[in-house]
């Protein structure tokens, strides 16, 4: 069964840092690529950053570029997000999802709470 | 980087049939895959519809999706609709370096 279980949310203080960890399980993760997407309380799916199966391609969403990083570690399963210089616009639910193929996501895990607040 | 338009809410009674339509800004419908996720309130997306049309295993029949490249749409359609259709429907599509969420459609079954 495929699991994708999110952490490493919180409340974090304007210009503040958090890392996000999204462990994945029941499939060989090293083989899809792999998404952040997030949704701000009461708002709609905003896709956040997505990396190819090696981690060498990055992309990231125009209003995190310069601030966040996805990376990846294929022999521990996981997904990270490192997100720097936080604004309270960041403040959402930020879920991982797996890409059976480019751009088209399958599974998603059940979400990490980021609030960003003073 | 172009963009994906959804009806803010429809609504429809039970065992009738809803469509939701999702206008794609600027380049072609057809040029890249649409996919539809439901979100149940407190829950996160699920796939109800990936690569324009096909079904994920356990997806009923009911869902169906398609496009029309005359209005540079796609559209899910839920036919014999169950209240437990009642939900939020995102569609979504990519280009080589984006992906692109619709706005998201708030669907009551009454």
């Known amino acids: 069964e495929v699991q994708l279980v999110e952490s490493g949310g919180g409340l974090v203080k304007p210009g503040g840092s958090l890392r996000l960890s999204c462990a994945a399980s029941?499939?060989?993760?090293?083989?899809?690529?792999m998404n952040w997407v997030r949704q701000a309380p009461g708002k709609g799916l905003e896709w956040v950053s997505s990396?190819?199966?090696?981690?060498?391609?990055?992309h990231y969403a125009e209003s995190v570029k310069g601030r966040f990083t996805i990376s990846r570690d294929n022999a521990k399963n996981s997904l990270y997000l490192q997100m720097n210089s936080l604004r309270a616009e960041d403040t959402a639910m930020y879920y991982c999802?797996?890409?059976?193929?480019?751009?088209?996501?399958?599974?998603w895990g059940q979400g990490t709470l980021v609030t960003v607040s003073s | 980087n172009f963009m994906l338009t959804q009806p803010h809410s429809v609504s429809e009674s039970p065992g009738k049939t809803v469509t939701i339509s999702c206008t794609r800004s600027?380049?072609?419908?057809?040029?890249?895959?649409v996919q539809w996720f439901q979100q149940r309130p407190g829950h996160s997306p699920t796939t109800v519809i990936y690569?324009?049309?096909?079904?994920p295993s356990g997806v009923p029949d009911r869902f169906s999706g398609s496009f029309d490249s005359s209005s540079n749409s796609a559209s899910l359609t839920i036919s014999g609709l169950k209240t437990e259709d009642e939900a939020d429907y995102y569609c979504?599509?990519?280009?080589?370096?984006?992906?692109?969420f619709g706005g998201g459609t708030k669907l009551t079954v009454l």
């Open positions: 999802a797996r890409d059976f193929s480019w751009g088209i996501s399958d599974y």
């Open positions: 029941g499939f060989t993760f090293g083989s899809y690529s």
């Open positions: 990396t190819s199966t090696s981690g060498a391609y990055t």
């Open positions: 600027s380049g072609s419908i057809a040029s890249a895959y």
């Open positions: 690569e324009d049309n096909q079904r």
């Open positions: 979504q599509s990519y280009d080589s370096s984006n992906r692109v």
